[in-house]
Structures are given as C-alpha cells and as structure tokens.
C-alpha cells in the first residue's frame, strides 16, 4: 500500500509538470512518466480508472504540445499506458483521439498516430488460438469505439441530437482524404483481423473502396487504399469474396479511365494478397483488364501512367 501511495504522488507531481512553461521540464516528466507505466509498480492503474483517466488526459494534453520533441514522449507513453487502462477508460481514449483526427484546428497526423500505437500496444489474438480475455477485451474497445469512427459518420460524444461527427475515412472538403486513417484502418486489420466480424469487414471495405472510386483522391492516398483492401481480403470469407468480387464488376462500367485504372489496380492487389482464393474469380475479372488496354485506351493510358505513378501498380 505504502508503495502504491508512493508511486500516486510520484505522478501526481509528474502530471502537475506537463503543464509547466519550459518543454525541457514538460519533457523530461514524461520521460519519468515513461518509466513509472512501463514498471510493474504501475499496475494497480488497471484498477484505478480516476488514476487512469487523469494519465491519458495529461497525455491526450501533451499531443497538442508545440515542442515536437515533447510530443513524442507522450506518444512513447501511451502503449504501456492503455495495457494499464481500464476497459471504460481505454474506450475513452479511443473516442477522444478519433473526434480529433477529423479537427479543424490541429495536425490531425498526431491523433492518427497516436491511434497507431494503441492498437499496436494492445494484447491481440495469436493465428489459429481463441482469443485471451485480454486481447478479447482490446477488440471489444476497439470494435465499439474506432471501427465505427472508420466506416462513417457517428453520432457526436456531446449527444446532442442530430449532432454527428464524420467517419475518418471520409473526404474533408478542405484537406481532402487522409492517407493517415487509412493506416489507421490498415493497422486495426493487421492486429485484430481474425477477430473482425463480416459486416466489420464489408464496412471497413466501401469505406476504403469510396476512395478508390473517387478521382479526385490523390496517388499516395490510393496507394495505402490499396494497401488497406490487400489487408481485408486475407480475412474475407468466400462468399465474402465473391460479392466483393460481383462489385468489382459493376464497378468496370464506368466510364473514367482513372477509375478503370484504379479498379485495375485493386485487381492486382486483391491477386496478390490472396492468389489461391483470387483464381477462380480471374475469369470473370481478366476481360475487364484486357479491355482497358486495348489499342483505343492504350495512349491514353500511357499518358496517364507518365502523371500517377498509381499506373504502374496496376501493370
């Protein structure tokens, strides 16, 4: 007990810095800090959630730091952080992150990264084991908190009715798509894929195709749209995978090149993710692939593939 009082006042007084006026200060707490979370001392925060409610909000503080360098100590905290975190209290976090990544006023890079490290840091389920409680209570977070955030507009924390808040995947008129959610959206697939349900999945997938439909999203944001629809097809079921496919189709009648070339790419990316699951669906896919290279659209194409290096993905 007189160890677990110690260890309080020690952050107590370590919280109380972080608001000081000089960043050595503020940084050199946070390095404190870092090592208090990562010790076996700080465990009883998992029991303690106004403890732990106090440290994530020094932190989620701390990311809106002007000294880069103090920001990335508080990044550095919070993966052993949300392994000391209280189930409602990793809920909270994860809200709070996911309205900032969609503010006006911020870098909305910080919050996206910080959502990076949570989900890294959280315990996830081993390939071909059920999941321990601890990893099933991660996802548990994460599917009622930031998957919903992913796939589209919710309804605003303030709960003001007919408030919302947009999904983080949607276009920003002003910022446009964010390359940034989607590596968010690519790193919750790679921990906590197996766990996905079917409609999780098929949510997550028109969010990522949204951007892959739309001309206007710019090549480096296509690029990790491909990356993140590589990483959902390993978890599709087959006939989750042959209506995405029935989509892809439909998708080949438009009449843009850019979004043919897109939709070509996403063929490549579904090919090579997935080979063995991906060849019976090539009959069905290839002749759409042929015909946008035919003599008619092969200049154009040329042309085009000089411009967005997105191109040469597909080819």
């Known amino acids: 007990m007189a160890d677990r009082q110690a ?81 409602d209290s990793l809920s909270s976090i994860l809200e709070k992150l996911s309205t900032l990544t969609t503010s006006q006023t911020i870098d909305t890079s910080v919050p996206n990264t910080a959502l990076r490290v949570i989900v890294t840091a959280l315990p996830r389920s081993q390939s071909g084991q059920p999941p321990s409680q601890e990893a099933a209570a991660s996802y548990a977070a994460v599917s009622r908190v930031l998957i919903p955030r992913l796939i589209g507009p919710t309804p605003a924390p303030s709960g003001r009715r007919g ?56 090549t480096v944001v296509t690029k990790r749209a491909l990356a993140a629809i590589s990483a959902l097809v390993l978890h599709f079921s087959d006939n989750q995978l042959n209506a995405f496919v029935n989509e892809l189709v439909k998708r080949f009648e438009s009449p843009s090149i850019i979004h043919r070339r897109h939709l070509i790419a996403t063929v490549g990316s579904i090919a090579r993710s997935v080979p063995a699951k991906f060849s019976p669906h090539l009959p069905a896919l290839a002749p759409f ?25 597909a080819y």
Do not use: W
């Open 7 to 87: 260890i309080q006042q020690n952050l107590n007084s370590l919280l109380s810095k972080l608001d000081d006026p000089d960043p050595d200060m503020r940084y050199m707490s946070l390095n404190d800090l870092l090592g208090i979370l990562n010790s076996p001392a700080s465990s009883y925060l998992a029991h303690d959630p106004h403890s732990s409610s106090r440290l994530a909000d020094g932190l989620l503080k701390s990311l809106d730091d002007q000294h880069g360098d103090v920001q990335n100590q508080a990044l550095k905290c919070l993966g052993p952080l949300v392994l000391r975190l209280p189930s």
């Open 163 to 218: 408030s919302i808040v947009k999904g983080m995947l949607d276009k920003d008129p002003s910022k446009g798509f964010s390359s940034d959610a989607i590596d968010v959206l690519i790193q919750v697939v790679t921990c906590f894929g197996p766990l996905l349900q079917e409609s999780e999945l098929t949510g997550l997938t028109n969010s990522v195709m949204s951007i892959i439909d739309n001309d206007t999203a710019g």
């Open 289 to 313: 692939v042929f015909a946008a290279v035919d003599e008619n659209d092969l200049e154009q194409l040329s042309l085009a593939s000089s411009a967005d290096p997105v191109t040469s993905v």
